[in-house]
């Protein structure tokens, strides 16, 4: 199993982006997705999520308004739509899927199968 996220790079602040992570080695289609991001000295923490079947979304407070997550199942792949971006965006974002349903969609424990990272750089 293995999440290719890719999508990233060096972006100006207020410029929009999208990340895509795509699955291979089995299909996903019916866990929830989701997207966190790590800044550089700062922990890993929760950005969006969306439901298996699309319907259903949630966002960190910090990015809600400003970045949309969904997801195509045909194609194995979520995505983060990313606009107005602001310095404090940066960092590595991640996609992982949610194995487990023991908490909220934002509960980092719930996931599993983490991808290798891609890395957005807003420049002010």
């Known amino acids: 199993v293995q999440l290719q996220a890719s999508g990233g790079g060096l972006v100006q602040a207020g410029d929009s982006r999208r990340l895509s992570c795509v699955a291979s080695?089995?299909?996903?289609?019916?866990?929830?997705m989701g997207w966190f991001r790590q800044a550089p000295g700062k922990e890993r923490e929760f950005v969006a999520s969306v439901s298996w079947g699309g319907g259903s979304t949630t966002y960190a407070d910090s990015v809600k308004g400003r970045f949309t997550i969904s997801r195509d199942n045909a194609k194995n792949t979520v995505y983060l739509q990313m606009n107005s971006l602001k310095s404090e965006d940066t960092a590595i974002y991640y996609c992982?899927?949610?194995?487990?349903?023991?908490?909220?969609?934002?509960?980092?424990?719930?996931?599993?199968?983490w991808g290798q990272g891609t890395l957005v750089t807003v420049s002010s």
């Open positions: 080695g089995r299909t996903f289609s019916r866990n929830d």
């Open positions: 992982a899927v949610r194995v487990w349903y023991t908490s909220t969609a934002s509960e980092m424990s719930d996931y599993n199968f």
